[in-house]
């Protein structure tokens, strides 16, 4: 079945570590998008990419990460200068266009240990 | 700064009753309009998607445009309590692939 793949569901992370976050997807989509929600809070963008080897930063891209060496995945990286991790992260994908919904993975929810 | 605005509730209506959520939005000349539910610590599924004004149904979903008020809404009809979850509205700003999300509103069915 065709979908989004996050690991993990839920993730620990120590002070000063940089963690990663996978995201993978097997619908052929362009467009990959990572989501930070907090408690009671909507969807904020942190990256998106729309192409291979291209990404933009969002609105609350400060401390984190990305790469995109395949299409079919998109990683992001929490990294150390990020104060206030803990959140619910989703990755979404989308076929290029801007008329097309996004598709959601299942999330991983990040705590600070 | 392009906004989607949500009212947060929570919409409390009774099982069997019409559930309306409304979502309005800044950038004018936005095209795509999406709604998704959310069930408490899952991910955002689809409901609707809705491209012209005027009503688009899906069984009990209907999604009302109304791009000259800059107004989108979602209509449940019949509801039932597993309809209870939290909607957000979302919409494709023009132009590039951003989408951007309202709050969500709260929606309780009650039995």
């Known amino acids: 079945d065709g979908g989004i793949t996050q690991s993990p569901k839920y993730l620990f992370r120590k002070e000063g570590q940089n963690v990663t976050l996978s995201c993978e997807q097997n619908?052929?989509?362009?467009?990959m998008y990572w989501y930070r929600q907090d408690p009671g809070q909507g969807l904020r963008l942190i990256y998106y990419s729309q192409i291979v080897n291209d990404f933009q930063k969002g609105d609350i891209a400060e401390g984190y990460s990305v790469s995109r060496e395949k299409k079919e995945s998109f990683p992001l990286t929490v990294t150390s200068a990020q104060k206030n991790p803990t959140a619910f992260y989703l990755c979404?994908?989308?076929?290029?266009?801007?008329?097309?919904?996004?598709?959601f993975g299942d999330g991983t929810r990040l705590s600070i240990l | 700064q392009k906004e989607v605005e949500q009212n947060s509730g929570p919409l409390s209506v009774p099982e069997g009753a019409i559930a309306s959520l409304n979502c309005t939005y800044s950038d004018r000349v936005s095209q795509s309009f999406f709604w998704y539910r959310q069930y408490s610590g899952k991910s955002p599924e689809l409901i609707m998607s809705i491209y012209s004004n005027g009503d688009k149904e899906d069984g009990r979903f209907t999604a009302q445009l109304n791009k000259a008020s800059q107004y989108v809404s979602l209509l449940i009809r019949d509801s039932q309590p597993s309809d209870s979850a939290t909607y957000l509205c979302?919409?494709?700003?023009?132009?590039?692939?951003?989408?951007?999300f309202g709050t969500g509103t709260r929606l309780k069915v009650l039995a």
């Open positions: 979302a919409v494709c700003i023009s132009g590039t692939y951003k989408y951007i």
């Open positions: 619908l052929n989509h362009d467009a």
């Open positions: 979404a994908s989308s076929t290029l266009g801007g008329d097309q919904p996004q598709h």
